[in-house]
């Protein structure tokens, strides 16, 4: 791996938040909070704590990588400003990675092979994208993600030869963010995303815009 410097990688699909300070593809600290059923906001404290304990400091973050979703539209959107803000802070790049392969990427006890890795969608579907594992950990995408019917995700698994993984899946992992460490060389490859423009993908409209677009009769923003 190239020396790449000291990395911010934040990711919030799901009801948990996780951070992780990476520096030249080798994990100086992580750390997982709760992102529902808070009183206050924990993943900006999270990223302190985590820069805190890898003995560097904000100013020192090199480039930042930030989930992209699909999963929790007000976390990806709390994980999303907290990027935003530290890389225009510190005038460094952005970078969006698939919380998808975060799964995979992140399930350190995982042997090499072909994964599918799954998110709840709610409302009984999932999102779901194929994955391969090389034995050295690093992750590549062999399909776009999907948005399935629950019960449709081992057919899915069988048709790909893959094994699901997840947080509500039998071979139980959720996206974290030190999983950036073994994909860094191809994140970064992949380019840097708009920081004005980027957004995360959150796989579907959030509740309260289809409620408002039920009750007026037309698509937020026509």
Same mark, same amino acid.
């Given at each position: #791996?190239?020396?790449i410097?000291?990395?911010?990688?934040?990711?919030?699909?799901?009801?948990? $938040? /996780?951070?992780?300070?990476?520096?030249d593809?080798?994990?100086?600290?992580d750390?997982v909070?709760a #992102?529902?059923?808070?009183?206050e906001e924990r993943?900006?404290?999270?990223?302190l704590?985590?820069?805190?304990?890898? $003995?560097?400091?904000?100013?020192?973050?090199?480039?930042?990588?930030c989930?992209s979703g699909?999963?929790?539209?007000?976390?990806?959107?709390?994980a999303?400003?907290?990027?935003k $803000?530290?890389?225009v $802070?510190?005038?460094?790049?952005?970078?969006?990675?698939?919380s +998808?392969a975060?799964?995979?990427?992140?399930a350190?006890?995982a042997?090499s092979?072909?994964?599918?890795a799954?998110?709840?969608a709610m409302?009984?579907?999932?999102?779901v994208?194929?994955?391969r594992?090389g034995?050295d950990? /690093?992750?590549v995408?062999?399909g776009?993600?999907?948005? +399935?019917?629950k019960?449709s995700?081992a057919?899915?698994?069988?048709r790909?030869?893959?094994?699901?993984i997840?947080?509500?899946e039998?071979?139980r992992?959720?996206?974290?963010?030190?999983?950036?460490?073994? #994909?860094?060389?191809?994140?970064?490859?992949?380019?840097?995303?708009?920081?004005?423009?980027?957004e995360?993908?959150y796989?579907r409209l959030?509740?309260?815009?289809?409620?408002?677009?039920?009750a007026?009769?037309?698509?937020l923003?026509?």
């Open positions: #791996m190239r020396t410097g000291v990395t911010l990688a934040i990711d919030a699909a799901t009801y948990e $938040g /996780s951070v992780a300070i990476v520096r593809g080798a994990v100086l600290a750390g909070v #992102m529902r059923g808070e009183t993943l900006m404290p999270a990223v704590a985590a820069i805190a304990s890898a $003995g560097v400091s904000v100013r020192d973050v090199e480039q930042v990588v989930g699909p999963g929790s539209f007000t976390s990806l959107r709390i999303a400003a907290i990027a $803000g530290i890389a $802070g510190n005038a460094v790049p952005l970078f969006a990675v698939s +998808l975060l799964i995979v990427s992140g350190r006890d042997p092979g072909i994964y599918l799954v998110l709840d409302r009984e579907e999932r999102f994208a194929p994955f594992k034995a950990g /690093s992750v995408s062999l776009e993600p999907a948005r +399935l019917p019960a995700v057919s899915e698994a069988l790909t030869g893959a094994t699901p997840g947080p509500l039998a071979l992992h959720s996206p974290r963010a030190f999983g950036v460490a073994p #994909m860094l060389d191809a994140i970064i490859s992949a380019g840097a995303v708009s920081v004005d423009a980027w995360p993908s796989g959030a509740e309260a815009q289809i409620k408002w677009e039920a007026h009769g037309r698509a923003g026509a």
